[in-house]
């Protein structure tokens, strides 16, 4: 009987050579629902600022489980004990930590599928494949859902430090070529430790945290909040919202049977079944970009409009001001829209529409990043750094955007 090596080699341009740890792992990366994010982008829309941001959630997962094998070598070493089953479980949790991403990573969340958020879709994955896999993901589960006694394994998978922006900040630096947010994963991942069941760092790699944290931010307001993919993924769930209303109202819309499915019903965590999750694991950006390349030709005004501008990127003008964008100019946007086009308030609220952004680099609510000094006491990072600038950085920052047509739609 022959049967294939499971312990393959992936090259990664970030990290070099990666192995596959055991062949549980292997088969989850072969599973469909996992090899369905190959066609999920990381970044969404940025790829219209970045051109080489075309890297995907597949790059981002394998890169997560890489780092994982890293922190568990140097937390053995340093004497935190951890059973094969736990070090097997932490592969899985980060590896399919993503894995209920939609098209374009987050615009679902907020136009076809209401109010699921990825996390949820992401535990229903799992909690099927555990199914499919013989109860080999039960432990991985407990860890994701935070039902597990040993803390530092969620925190591991997700806290103000993880695996998970150790990876995305080093790959979306890489890939957008923002130098400002490579990080030394490296190091920060070597002064881990464990005390009192919680991951700290050890003080020697206070400055690498400090770098960590500013890093995030310019990462923020550089490449995810910038103003031209903020436009983008504006445009992208205004298209999806159009298409849901226009079906609504009976109107056909030429798209591919998953996301037909998803126009047609109203999907809510409740009705978020076996048959739902599975025409999702069908879902990806190739059937958005196809349907927005018919639907430009449609004779809505306001579907084909949006469709254009995303596919040509002739996107909406933005403008972002400290203060909330003042009624009279939003007002004055509006009408001067509905006079030139001939249309209603609410098509011309498609195109002309306010909102907020916020950046924090570091949060003093959540989970903590604490550092643990030579005397064996622990102190949050911003107590135990002498950098001014970490107290700046756990306020949040709040900006105010418009956006509105250039000249002509």
């Known amino acids: 009987m022959k049967t294939s090596n499971k312990l393959k080699i992936l090259n990664d341009p970030i990290y070099g050579f990666i192995t596959i740890p055991n062949s549980t792992i292997f088969d989850l990366i072969e599973h469909k629902y996992f090899q369905r994010l190959r066609r999920i982008s990381q970044m969404g829309l940025s790829y219209l600022v970045y051109p080489g941001a075309h890297h995907t959630r597949f790059h981002h997962a394998i890169g997560c489980m890489h780092l994982m094998q890293k922190a568990i070598q140097v937390l053995r070493f340093k004497g935190v004990e951890i059973s094969k089953p736990e070090e097997e479980a932490l592969y899985i949790a980060i590896l399919l930590h993503d894995i209920g991403h939609g098209p374009f990573s987050h615009a679902m ?52 430090i993880d695996m998970d922006r150790a990876d995305y900040l080093k790959r979306d630096s890489f890939y957008t070529g923002v130098s400002e947010g490579n990080i030394n994963s490296d190091r920060l991942i070597t002064m881990l430790n464990v005390k009192n069941d919680e991951l700290v760092i050890e003080d020697k790699g206070i400055y690498s945290v400090e770098k960590f944290l500013v890093a995030r931010r310019l990462m923020y307001w550089q490449v995810y909040l910038h103003k031209t993919s903020l436009v983008a993924e504006q445009l992208l769930i205004r298209v999806l919202k159009r298409a849901k209303e226009l079906t ?58 949006l469709c254009e501008m995303i596919i040509n990127r002739n996107l909406l003008k933005i ?91």
Request: charged share 25%; aromatic share 12%.
């Open 319 to 409: 403008k972002i001001k400290k203060k909330p964008i003042d009624v009279k100019h939003f007002n004055s946007n509006i009408e001067a829209l509905q006079a030139k086009y001939n249309i209603t308030e609410a098509e011309a609220s498609y195109f002309v529409f306010t909102g907020s952004i916020s950046n924090q680099a570091y949060s003093r609510k959540k989970q903590n990043i604490n550092i643990l000094q030579k005397n064996g006491k622990v102190k949050d990072i911003v107590k135990a750094s002498d950098q001014l600038n970490l107290k700046a950085l756990s306020k949040p920052v709040t900006k105010y955007y418009i956006c509105y047509p250039k000249d002509k739609l």
């Open 109 to 160: 969340e907020h136009s076809i599928v209401n109010g699921v958020s990825h996390e949820e879709i992401s535990l229903q994955f799992m909690q099927y494949l555990n199914s499919e896999f013989n109860d080999d993901l039960t432990l991985a589960i407990q860890i994701f859902k935070g039902d597990y006694h040993r803390k530092f394994m969620l925190q591991l998978i997700s806290s103000q």
């Open 248 to 305: 609504k109202k009976g109107v056909e819309l030429e798209a591919s049977k998953p996301l037909s499915f998803f126009l047609n019903n109203k999907i809510t965590v409740n009705k978020f079944d076996a048959n739902c999750l599975e025409t999702f694991s069908k879902l990806d950006d190739y059937d958005i970009v196809s349907a927005m390349k018919n639907w430009q030709y449609h004779n809505d005004f306001v579907l084909s409009n």
